[in-house]
């Protein structure tokens, strides 16, 4: 059973930063690319970005580029989202996702191609 389980999230002020975990088991980490999204209350799920299985590529939404930063440990099993210049409007909840597709080096990442999710972890940045 593939399990992914999201921690690091809080609360911090505008302008601060946090770094989001995600730990997966279940599955051999190493060869599958992880993603990150949100989705706020009311609102359709969110792409913020996803790093290819081997870490040497990662890709971000044009709303975090250049202020998030994602990395993994393939020997840890995890996947980190670097939150820095946090703004008010990126309070929501975040969820790792693991892709479907093994050793996938394309640039292309949709919702739909992520098969398993973590449980998500609330992000709150007051102004």
């Known amino acids: 059973q593939v399990q992914l389980v999201e921690s690091g999230g809080g609360l911090v002020q505008a302008g601060g930063s946090l770094r989001l975990s995600c730990v997966t088991s279940g599955r051999t980490f190493s060869s599958y690319a992880m993603g990150w999204f949100r989705q706020a209350p009311g609102k359709e799920r969110e792409f913020v970005g996803a790093?290819?299985?081997?870490?040497?590529?990662?890709y971000y939404a044009d709303s975090v580029k250049g202020r998030f930063t994602i990395s993994r440990d393939n020997a840890k099993n995890t996947v980190y989202l670097q939150m820095n210049s946090l703004k008010p409007e990126d309070t929501t909840v975040y969820y790792c996702?693991?892709?479907?597709?093994?050793?996938?080096?394309?640039?292309?990442?949709?919702?739909?191609?992520?098969?398993?999710w973590g449980q998500g972890t609330q992000v709150t940045v007051s102004s």
């Open positions: 790093i290819s299985w081997s870490g040497r590529s990662t």
């Open positions: 996702a693991t892709d479907r597709r093994r050793f996938y080096s394309g640039s292309y990442y949709h919702e739909e191609d992520f098969d398993y």
